[in-house]
Structures are given as structure tokens and as C-alpha cells.
């Protein structure tokens, strides 16, 4: 993963879509996400479905995007796949944060988590107040 954001911060950043389905990353890939995020600003589509990143990978995932935002970047991610990504309810806040930052999202998938019932609920209220677009959560 180190070498991949590397190589992603060093390219021309034209990345559309990065498919990282089931790749063995865990949450220490954190830091490696938050560089990728940084270094792409035309990612559109990220997959990172049936890996462990659990909950700190979203919070950095989540910090990532919203620090972009607050620089001023627009954020062009449509799509973000976390299925089966070993995320509890601790994640609540990142899930919303991802909301929040990412006005331009229309996919959100996140079944085989374990967010529970507040995290839906803080998700809820982010759909409501930020994110009029987002038309496949799941």
C-alpha cells in the first residue's frame, strides 16, 4: 500500500477509480488513504470493500476528506464501497464526516459492518442537512 500511495503522489493525479477490493488492508493502511485522497483529486470512484480497515481507517479516511474540503479542493468523489471493512458503531462519526465532505456523493455502501443504530442515525441528519445527492446507500 505504501508503494501504491507513493506512486500515486508522485503521478499527473488523473486517477478516475481505484478498485481495491479485498487487498489485505487493514487499519495501519490509514495514513497510506489519506495520502491517496490528498494526491487525487479527480478520484471519483474508491473501493475499498472486504478489507480490515475498521474504524480508524474510516476516521482517517474521514479526516482526509474533510480536510480537502476545508482547503478549499471540491471533492469529486461519487462512489465509496466499504463493505464488509470490520466497522463498529465507533465509526459513526467518520460515516457522517464522509457525508458531509463528499457533496458530490451518490453511492455509499457499507453492509457487512457493524455501524449500528447510531451510526445510521448520525448518517440520517447528514443526508438531511448536507447531502441532497446521495442516492444509493446501502
Known sequence: MMLLAK???ESEKHLETLHLW???LTQKSGPHLQAIIKSCPNLKTLVLGENAI???GARRLARALLDE????RQIQLEKLHMQGCGMTEKSAS???DIIVACSRLKVL???DNRIADT???MMAKAMGNENEH???LA
Open 54 to 56: 475498521e474504524d480508524d
Open 134 to 136: 446521495l442516492e444509493e
Open 7 to 9: 506512486g500515486l503522489v
Open 22 to 24: 479485498n487487498c489485505s
Open 69 to 72: 474540503r476545508k482547503a478549499g
Open 94 to 96: 467518520a460515516l457522517r
Open 119 to 121: 451510526s445510521v442515525d
Open 109 to 111: 455502501r457499507l453492509s
